[in-house]
């Protein structure tokens, strides 16, 4: 069963986030972009000149925006595909999961977390 | 009483593992890093159908280098403590060699050893696994 993942694209850096929690995209501008969450992740902030959007993503109260900046499309993967992280792991990064790729590994990101950080950055 | 230990060399440090732990023995593997993840647990790598930790053991031991995933080490070492599976970048390992004891020197004194063997005239610490592995989930823990 194939799951669809929204994949920001930046360096060599691919992050995943399930593109049915995602209720929309919108364009920004550098200077209302807020990489904060990437940033969160070890990447720079957004330089002059990079796409960014803004992701309206959905949460249990309702909709919540998280900016990113990169290059963003949307990538079909198979379920089984997506390996969760291991316990260790639990509570340390904003990632849950990883699709394991040769050429460009996808790092799936736990929402509500990203959500639960993008407001505390607020 | 024997017990069967592994010699890994970490850069140009050798050291002795409890082979009870180890799983399997790879070739050189591409790991996928993690941002924000702990120092000596930088990434994961798929095995078996699943994700399990890299264990940066010669970082962890402050015998080499930190692990670096443009760089990947020629050998991994697959070792499982409780419920915890992992995988060890090395650069070279030698067959399991079977001990009748562990001595007590100042090998020992490297982190996370409990004791040497001689293997080939070579010193090697022999490093607990299961206690290095709680240190880097309770830091707190007591070194040794």
Known sequence: MPMELLVIERGDVRLGVP????AGISDLSVAECDARLQQRLGQPPAAAGERCFGLRVQVPD???LVTVAGR?????????EITPLPAIFAG???VTAVVFAA??????LDVDAMVAHARAER | MTIAIMPVQ???????VGAVHLQEVRGAVTWVPLPG???HLPGVVPWRGRAIAVLDLGGLLGVAPPVRVTEPRPRTLIAQVEDTTFAIPADTVREVHTVVAIEESHAAQVRHAYGQVVIGGQVMPVIDLAHALAALVRPQADPR
């Open chain 1, 19 to 22: 593109a049915a929690r995602v």
């Open chain 2, 37 to 39: 993840a702990p120092a």
């Open chain 2, 10 to 16: 970490l850069a140009s440090i050798w050291i002795a």
């Open chain 1, 103 to 108: 050429d460009a590994p996808v790092l799936v």
């Open chain 1, 92 to 94: 340390i990064a904003l």
């Open chain 1, 62 to 64: 309702g909709e919540s």
């Open chain 1, 72 to 80: 963003v499309s949307i990538s079909a993967v198979r379920e089984d």
